[in-house]
């Protein structure tokens, strides 16, 4: 089975720090993914990696950044965080045919 | 753009019932993959079911099954002989030529015993 593991279930931090969200994934796929996720807008794309050092931005990726130095791993970073960044974060990875396979997610709380 | 519509945000339906959820997608591409996923409460986002856009027949998956209308752009979620461990948040999504997904807004079903 796919498995994608997320560094925490929950996180809280404070205005300003920088955080770092870590994405593990054992299936070698090519292709990850960041999204959020908040009540009444579903899943929002903030950046993918189709490889390593590779990356695109998504729908939102403003305040944020991404990093994929191996391919398992791709880490989202917010480099100063604010309230508005509290979220629910969700990692994802997928190989052919579009189907992708999600992490436990990261409930970040930004105070 | 793409876009993928789910305008049921809340459904409810009892337990041993069927429950139908709704989608709408937009695209001018003619090649595409669909998606039903399912996020339980405080649990994991899993696949349910997936359709291709080029097959005719309907994806079926024990006691899911969809109704894609491939001319009206809707695919639509059937849930027979539900059952508590259903009730979850259900996404729609889309994926198209660029390896990405574009997801609806999501239905929260409630199973009523």
């Known amino acids: 089975d796919v498995k994608v593991t997320q560094s925490s279930r929950y996180l809280v931090k404070r205005t300003g720090e920088k955080v770092f969200l870590e994405c593990v994934q054992d299936m070698d796929h090519e292709n990850m993914f960041w999204y959020r996720q908040d009540p009444g807008l579903g899943l929002r794309l903030i950046y993918f990696s189709y490889d390593v050092k590779m990356k695109e931005k998504g729908d939102i990726p403003e305040g944020y950044s991404v990093s994929r130095e191996k391919k398992e791993r791709f880490s989202l970073i917010l480099e100063s965080a604010s309230t508005n960044q509290t979220s629910m974060y969700l990692c994802?990875?997928?190989?052919?045919?579009?189907?992708?396979?999600f992490g436990p997610g990261t409930r970040l709380t930004v105070l | 753009a793409q876009t993928v519509t789910q305008s049921q945000p809340e459904m409810s339906v009892q337990e041993a019932e069927t429950v139908t959820l709704s989608c709408t997608y937009d695209t001018s591409e003619s090649d595409y993959y669909l998606f039903w996923y399912k996020q339980p409460p405080s649990r994991q986002m899993i696949l349910v079911i997936r359709?291709?856009?080029?097959?005719?027949q309907n994806a079926t998956e024990n006691r899911f099954s969809v109704n894609f209308q491939k001319a009206a752009k809707s695919f639509s979620l059937k849930i027979s002989d539900s059952q508590l461990g259903d009730a979850a948040m259900y996404f729609c999504?889309?994926?198209?030529?660029?390896?990405?997904?574009?997801f609806g807004t999501g239905t929260l079903l409630a199973v009523q015993p």
């Open positions: 994802a990875s997928s190989s052919e045919g579009n189907e992708q396979f």
């Open positions: 359709q291709e856009a080029y097959k005719q």
């Open positions: 999504a889309y994926g198209g030529a660029t390896n990405k997904l574009i």
